[in-house]
């Protein structure tokens, strides 16, 4: 996917990630264990427009495990 924008809320508990190819909003944990590393990743890919392929914690859900 995409990344479309990168936001971190004012809660910092997790980071909203938006993708063009999607309407919905989705989220990266800050308690996961590579929250730092995988928010870096999105936001090289934001930068650069380069798409990622994207790990979500349920098959219809809203959660990113992990992005390569």
Do not use: C, K, W
């Not at 928010?39 to 979500?56: H, K, N």
Request: avoid cysteine; proline fraction near 1%; charge should be negative.
């Amino acid at each position: 996917m995409t990344v479309a924008h990168v936001r971190e809320g004012m809660r910092a508990d997790f980071a909203e990630v938006l993708f063009l190819e999607s309407a919905r909003i989705y989220r990266l944990l800050a308690s996961n264990d590579r929250f730092e590393q995988i928010l870096a990743r999105l936001r090289d890919a934001e930068a650069s427009g380069q798409p990622v392929s994207v790990l979500l914690a349920t098959a219809n859900g809203e959660i990113i495990e992990d992005v390569e």
